[in-house]
């Protein structure tokens, strides 16, 4: 029943994530094209102060996902709107402080901080003042949409992330090819932000009905949501630094147009990683549940599963971004632009790979209450990943700041792993290694060297740069499936495609 969860929420949350991704690279250079690399730079710039800002969220919403899964599990119902009610109104009152704060620093100091060309510093002022509206709609709607994944409803956002991200692409082509320019597309997200807040609040009360957001509230249920908030608010501020930092610091030494340059390879990466993001999130609730009722032996053969899953999902995206990373930003963005970022993007894959090794062990050491352990380790790497970028800014440009990146991933994920799978998750990180790792790994050294073979006997081409695409791809696809997909998900494709059992 668990695996059947975990497969069949993972493939939700998938599902609700490919379609706007999709959308979103076919229209990202339209959008670019249209807005001017400067004006896109200030509308990055505008998305990390918003994300800076979230450090006012002290994360309530994992500890609402942590205690609703548990108390749903047990039918504690006058519980779960305890946690509601209190979770509800702390997102409120850190909405709107983060709304004035945005504002009034808006014209105190972020446009003299960004390295904006004058002509557009109006513009600039406008659009903050936007995202400060746009940070309340954005917190109000990460909560709400977070009560939906405590009790294992992925189903429902992948519909409504589908949804909802189709529609602010597209309607974003639409009102830049109307001829509306920044101003335009940052109320098009206010928007669509708004309409988003409402549908979750519906959806909670028809999943939920005895949902209700104003209940009374004991000091135990505060004193419980808050402690393992607080300590996992560390990873929150870790996550906000570590996410924004690098566009802020560019924007500051370098230019607006460096923040383009360097935003689109992150957003490829990032969104491509994400799969994995997505794939990991449905496990959280479970380790919550298994650890609560003390069943950790089948918690730990989870873990192990969805590791081999994951880690090689990473690793392929990972090399195949860094063997075409000229081609594919060609094709994407153009010549000029590739010359400019192909190894910025080649970077900043093995840097987000590095991380992504951490995802699952932190959502399982958070699932079994060792918050503090998870933020510790990710604000020690954000402080050391700032210092880091300044350093790799002032001497290196933009290649200079994505090596950093990619030294600080490198040096904490390393350390965490061996600490959490020694001191929290109680298991060989050894283990781990041979049973999740090993294979993948030989996979990827398979494509890598086969791809380096045709590269060096073929002439380069289109047609080589395609051919050596699908035999990287098809290397991956093949020995994936033979070995390292568990035997459910080999079942369910096999009857799905009609291919004969392995």
């Known amino acids: 029943m668990i695996k059947y969860r975990i497969l069949h929420n993972s493939l939700y949350s998938l599902g609700g994530w490919v379609v706007p991704v999709i959308v ?24 990390a102060v918003m994300g800076y800002f979230a450090l006012l969220d002290i994360n309530l919403a994992v500890g609402s996902i942590r205690y609703i899964s548990e108390y749903h599990a047990k039918n504690e119902f006058e519980n779960v709107n305890e946690v509601l009610t209190v979770s509800f109104f702390g997102y409120i009152a850190a909405g709107i402080t983060g709304t004035v704060l945005i504002y009034i620093s808006t014209d105190l100091f972020l446009l003299k901080w960004f390295n904006i060309p004058e002509n557009l510093k109006n513009l600039s002022a406008t659009t903050l003042h936007l995202t400060a509206v746009g940070f309340f709609l954005n917190m109000m709607q990460n909560y709400l949409s977070s009560i939906s994944r405590a009790i294992h409803r992925f189903d429902i956002l992948a519909k409504m992330e589908a949804g909802f991200g189709i529609s ?14 920044l101003i335009e597309v940052v109320v098009l997200r206010l928007i669509i ?22 209940s009374r509230v004991s000091k135990g249920i505060t004193n419980k949501i808050a402690s393992f908030s ?21 924007g500051s030494f370098l230019s607006s147009a460096a923040v383009t340059l360097y935003a689109i390879p992150y957003l490829l990466v990032s969104r491509l990683m994400n799969i994995s993001v997505r794939f990991s999130m449905v496990i959280f609730p479970i380790a919550s549940e298994l650890g609560a009722i003390g069943r950790r ?42 010359q400019k970022t192909y190894v910025v993007l080649i970077l900043l894959s093995l840097g987000m790979f590095l991380d992504s090794l951490t995802n699952l062990p932190s959502l399982i050491n958070d699932g079994l209450s060792f918050p503090h352990i998870t933020g510790s380790f990710a604000l020690s790497r954000a402080v050391f990943g700032v210092i880091a ?29 061996l600490f959490v799978h020694k001191k929290t998750l109680r298991m060989s990180l050894m283990q781990v290694i041979n049973q999740a790792f090993l294979v993948p790994v030989f996979i990827s050294i398979v494509a890598v060297l086969a791809t380096l073979m045709a590269r060096v006997f073929l002439p380069q081409s289109i047609v080589t740069s395609i051919s050596e695409f699908i035999l990287a791809t098809g290397i991956f696809v093949f020995f994936g499936y033979r070995s390292v997909l568990s035997s459910e998900w080999q079942t369910k494709i096999s009857s799905r495609f009609g291919i004969g059992k392995p």
């Open 24 to 47: 979103n690279f076919l229209t990202i250079p339209y959008v670019v094209r249209s807005l001017g690399a400067d004006s896109y730079g200030i509308l990055m710039l505008s998305t």
């Open 168 to 181: 602010l692409m597209l309607l974003t082509v639409l009102i830049l090819y109307l001829g509306f320019g």
């Open 193 to 214: 932000a708004f309409v988003n807040c409402l549908t979750c609040l519906w959806i909670v009360k028809k999943i939920i009905p005895y949902a209700s957001f104003v």
């Open 230 to 250: 607080a300590y996992s608010f560390m990873s929150k501020i870790a996550t906000a630094i570590t996410n924004n930092s690098d566009k802020l610091i560019i």
């Open 297 to 338: 032996d089948e918690l730990e053969k989870i873990y192990i599963v969805v590791s081999r899953h994951i880690f090689f999902l990473n690793i392929m995206i990972t090399t195949i971004l860094c063997l075409f990373s000229m081609q594919i930003l060609r094709l994407w963005m153009g010549d000029i632009f590739a």
């Open 389 to 417: 970028l300044l350093i790799g800014a002032k001497f290196g440009g933009l290649t200079g700041v994505a090596f950093s990146y990619m030294l600080s991933s490198l040096i904490f994920s390393i350390a965490f792993l």
